[in-house]
């Protein structure tokens, strides 16, 4: 299998209209639990290397915060969403208006609004790439990782059981009033997934 999965530029747009409409659906949930308008955005979708992974979050050795879940239907796989320790900050400051310097500081109170905001904000995404299919697939709970990088990475992969050497990569901001910070989509398709997804879409498979 290849370490990486070619992505032409019809799949590339397929998966920012999903990813535009999930965003959509978070961003109005977000609003209605904390009363705040919040903006997401797509800046960027790429396919990446599992191994890759963690340079998206500052290097192996950096500390990040990672909601994910396993994706069970007609389609398997494992989504995540992963941001830095700076932008973890950022989003706590925004859900809750002040953050830990650190994370041995977490309390039950932070950590219950990521696993909330990533429950929230993967389970949109979901739900869209669902809708646009009409494939079915269903997210289980929710697990939290607060640590580096690279273990999150370890985690995740772990969890899956197997793994496809490559996922999808798809950066995304979040912004209100007083901040921004930066996350990222990843999902990790079981073996054809992504192939599946793009047929439904009528789409040639991805090289």
Do not use: C
Request: hydrophobic letters at 45%; zero cysteines; a negative charge.
């Amino acid at each position: 299998m290849a370490s990486e999965l070619t992505l032409g530029l019809m799949e590339l747009s397929a998966v920012r209209e999903m990813t535009n409409i999930g965003l959509g659906h978070a961003t109005t949930a977000l609003s209605q639990m904390t009363g705040k308008a919040f903006n997401m955005s797509v800046p960027d979708v790429e396919s990446v290397a599992l191994e890759q992974i963690p340079n998206l979050l500052g290097g192996s050795e950096a500390y990040a915060a990672g909601i994910y879940m396993p994706i069970e239907g007609d389609v398997n796989g494992h989504i995540a969403f992963l941001m830095t320790w700076e932008s973890t900050q950022a989003l706590w400051k925004m859900l809750l208006g002040d953050a830990p310097w650190d994370p041995g500081q977490v309390t039950e109170m932070e950590a219950s609004a990521l696993l909330e905001i990533g429950n929230i904000v993967n389970g949109s995404f979901l739900n869209a790439l669902s809708e646009m299919t009409g494939l079915a697939m269903h997210a289980t709970p929710p697990y939290l990782a607060i640590e580096m990088s690279a273990a999150i990475l370890q985690a995740i992969v772990v969890e899956a059981s197997y793994s496809e050497h490559y996922a999808l990569s798809i950066r995304t901001s979040i912004t209100d009033f007083e901040g921004s910070m930066e996350g990222f989509f990843v999902y990790i398709p079981s073996v054809g997934g992504l192939r599946t997804i793009f047929s439904s879409l009528g789409i040639a498979e991805a090289a």
